[in-house]
């Protein structure tokens, strides 16, 4: 408790007013200053100044007969001409009410800290309730620091509304590389199916005059039509090729992969410079085949939900199949595979892999196509040809949960997965054919409870003629973030196709079929179309 008092008196009360203490507390009175022009400061020019001799300001030293302590309080311009006010006998560190803050310029009185204490430290003056109290320096009235706490609080809020905007802005956790490094930039996602990176999604195929004469085309989407461009390539030395993000800048990147089944080896190669080297990894693995050599499928996706494309390879087991991770570091560099799943009663030649976040919770998981009956042992060593079904693998970020094997209620010429809603989440696109009423009917799926559900009204259909399905691929060919079908059909003994046609997805449905190019002379009806890139059904 202090040792001294403050002596009653009239002392300001801001804005031209004073209110009376009365030696203990606050009054109910007030009055206006007996000189009430006042010369304000402005901002620029309210500058502290040092008062020679002053003491430490309140709440620093915690002194007795400081006031509480109130960091970065305002006080109160002086007036021109000092009202009556305690003499200069008077102990340092006497309270006085500062001038009171417009609305919205600071908090309001309940809110401050030690709210309602009086000049002394010590009870609330009357009719303020809530309102804090602030110590004045010894020496006499210093200059006015209002205005500079005014620019303080405008810098603050300025240098707030900017990191919120930052904030907002830069989402630093985006993918492509560590979500902590502050440095990254915010993921952008690729655009299915591009290959030149011009924002329009591509398609590229073989093109077989018969089986050693065989052209790759890419048909290069400008957002109405393609243009193509052939090349002609010795089909038994190409290795397969996938366009994958693999360096997260938003661009789909060239990634050819070959294996050796001598060696039980993978080789990653790319035709970009970017790439950092060429990376083989041996796989653990054995086959029951009694002919040729053992398969893998291989499929990218981001199965750690990192933002990064990894990849996913299944390879046979003896009696399984092993679906193994290659996790991506952000800039291409990928890990040894990494074991995730063993799937029992499956086999090689079945097994297809169709990668998608199909439960939406941002990591890829796989729809995957198995044997739907009981498998022999004649089928480990030959070629099953039983029912085909499939099962939902959920990611969970380090392994896959395996869901039940069932087979489909319909026929499907094609299974595609792709982001047709622009959502981000993935569907299966089944493409049927029917050569006797000359239609093509596209449904899309929801697999996300492990069996194809359809998508209501999400369908579309175009006329054919008596043709059948040669091939079919999701590719963004419009740039609006929908992947859209490309097809290709030929009617059998037909020595020509109907060029490559695409149906838009509009985000609920697709429309009617149109020729974006046309393909390639056939010399007889022998010649044949594979997409690259998109798992044989």
């Known amino acids: 408790m202090n040792d001294f008092s403050t002596p009653a008196g009239w002392y300001p009360d801001g804005d031209g007013w004073e209110r009376r203490w009365d030696g203990n507390a606050w009054t109910d009175e007030r009055r206006r200053k007996a000189e009430p022009t006042q010369v304000r400061q402005r901002h620029d020019d309210a500058a502290p100044t040092a008062v020679p001799g002053q003491q430490a300001q309140p709440g620093q030293s915690g002194q007795p007969g400081q ?11 002086p007036p021109a001409q000092a009202p009556a006010g305690p003499p200069p006998s008077a102990p340092p560190g006497y309270g006085h009410v500062p001038s009171q803050p417009g609305p919205g310029s600071w908090p309001t009185p309940g809110s401050w800290p030690n709210s309602g204490q009086g000049p002394s430290g010590q009870g609330q ?21 209002l205005g500079l706490w005014l620019t303080l609080a405008a810098v603050l809020v300025l240098v707030a509304g900017v990191g919120i905007t930052l904030a907002v802005l830069q989402p630093w956790s985006g993918g492509g590389g560590s979500g902590d490094d502050p440095t990254d930039e915010p993921a952008t996602a690729a655009v299915q199916g591009d290959i030149n990176g011009d924002g329009y999604g591509d ?92 398969e893998i499928q291989l499929a990218h996706g981001d199965f750690d939900g990192d933002g990064d494309q990894d990849l996913v390879i299944a390879s046979p087991n003896d009696r399984n199949v092993d679906v193994s991770v290659l996790t991506n570091d952000g800039k291409g560099t990928f890990s040894a595979p990494r ?6 009663n499956a086999v090689i030649d079945v097994v297809r892999l169709h990668p998608g976040d199909f439960d939406g919770d941002g990591d890829t998981d796989l729809w995957v196509q198995l044997p739907a009956e009981r498998v022999s042992d004649k089928d480990y060593g030959g070629y099953y040809s039983g029912d085909r079904g499939y099962a939902l693998l959920t990611s969970t970020g380090k392994g896959f949960d395996a869901g039940a094997v069932n087979k489909p209620g319909v026929y499907l010429d094609a299974l595609r997965a792709g982001d ?52 079919a691929v999701l590719s963004d060919v419009t740039g609006d973030g929908k992947a859209d079908l490309v097809f ?11 060029g490559v046609q695409v ?20 010399e007889d009806d022998d010649c044949r179309i594979e997409f690259i890139g998109v798992p044989r059904y």
């Open 67 to 77: 006031g509480p302590s109130f960091p970065g309080a305002p006080t109160a311009p």
């Open 125 to 145: 003056g009357p009719g303020q309730p809530g309102q804090p109290s602030y110590g004045t320096p010894a020496g006499g009235p210093r200059k006015s620091r």
């Open 203 to 294: 398609a590229r195929f073989y093109f077989y005059l018969d089986y050693d004469k065989v052209t790759r085309v890419e048909a290069l989407s400008n957002g109405n039509g393609f243009e193509t461009r052939e090349t002609a390539v010795d089909p038994y030395r190409e290795p397969n090729e996938i366009f994958l993000d693999w360096d997260g800048d938003g661009a789909n990147d060239h990634l050819a992969w070959k294996f050796v089944a001598s060696g039980k080896q993978v080789t990653l190669t790319s035709s970009d410079d970017a790439f950092p080297e060429d990376q083989t990894f041996t796989l653990s693995l054995s086959t029951l085949k009694e002919y040729g050599d053992a």
């Open 339 to 344: 074991l995730w799943l063993s799937m029992p």
């Open 420 to 471: 047709v809603t622009g959502d981000g989440k993935t569907y299966l696109i089944g493409v049927r054919t029917n050569s006797s009423t000359g239609i093509i009917d596209v449904n899309a799926y929801d697999v996300s409870r492990g069996r194809l559900e359809e998508v209501a009204g999400f369908t579309g259909s175009s006329k054919i003629g008596s043709r059948t399905l040669q091939g």
């Open 488 to 498: 290709v059909v030929k009617a059998f003994g037909e020595s020509k196709f109907t």
């Open 503 to 522: 149906m838009t997805s509009t985000g609920s449905g697709f429309e009617s079929a149109l020729v974006w190019t046309d393909t390639p002379v056939c």
